[in-house]
């Protein structure tokens, strides 16, 4: 092969690559533009210009990985109930069996099913409501394990089973009430500006409590505003009575 057959080669991908990519760019477009999708992917082109993506990894329609894709605290996550039915529609296993503990009030579960070209049983993780309270799933504000219980049991097994035996179909991803459990919320890292400690009050000396003694009677005396107690007090007149006026008039 000459250089330049190599070279043509080499730009007929970079041709396609490039014509694939803007494709991808359009289809994205056109599916941020919808009212059908979330609102991690309504008005956002790169989020799904990633949907698309992995819609062509696991072989699934876009619209349907985009409304069953969340993220949360930056990480991709699928449904629940979509990881189930990815697993079911595969081809590869029987439907996912859940076997409880107890029908009525159950507190552990795992996942099992057949694969279909072997026969063999693969069975999941047992997933106990003692584990979710010891790994802390349980105990977050306004979790799902303490009023529904049972499904949380069905979810979490499901996703366990999936990353042991079928791991190529999920891509790996975290449902997304695993994330919620898992992940730590975003935290404050602002500075807090230290507080300085409060310097003690030091007891004046007798020479300085003096001299503001003189600096205030300095300051009152610039006022011009004499002590009350320094202004004379005047009597006011007594009136006279008739008979004084009559003995002080002089006699004919």
């Known amino acids: 092969m000459t250089q330049e057959t190599t070279e043509n080669n080499a730009l007929s991908i970079a041709d396609a690559e490039t014509r694939a990519f803007e494709l991808v760019q359009r289809q994205a477009k056109m599916l941020a533009s919808s009212t059908l999708v979330p609102k991690d992917f309504a008005n956002n082109i790169a989020n799904c ?88 799933w349980s105990t977050k504000n306004g979790s799902k394990w303490i009023t529904m219980p049972g499904q949380m049991l069905r979810y979490r097994a499901a996703s366990f089973w999936s990353r042991a035996y079928a791991s190529d179909l999920s891509l790996g991803f975290y449902t997304s009430d695993e994330v919620r459990d898992f992940a730590e919320p975003p935290r404050n890292v602002t500075p807090i500006t230290p507080i300085s400690p409060i310097q003690p009050i030091e007891k004046p000396t007798e020479i300085e409590a003096i001299e503001a003694e003189v600096v205030i009677e300095k300051e009152t005396v610039s006022w011009g505003e004499p002590e009350p107690e320094l202004i004379p007090k005047v009597k006011p007149e007594r009136k006279k009575t008739l008979q004084e006026l009559i003995d002080e008039s002089p006699e004919d």
């Not at 629940?80 to 079911?88: F, V």
Request: include cysteine; hydrophobic fraction near 40%.
């Open 49 to 136: 210009a990633i949907a698309i993506n992995i819609a062509k990894r696991t072989r699934l329609d876009c619209l349907m990985v985009a409304q069953n894709l969340a993220i949360i605290h930056g990480r991709p996550s699928w449904s629940a109930t979509a990881l189930i039915g990815m697993i079911n529609s595969c081809g590869r296993y029987s439907p996912l069996r859940f076997v409880f503990d107890d029908e009525d009030a159950p507190t552990s579960c795992y996942a099992v099913a057949t694969d279909k070209v072997s026969g063999q049983e693969l069975k999941g993780e047992k997933i106990t409501l003692q584990m979710a309270k010891a790994e802390g």
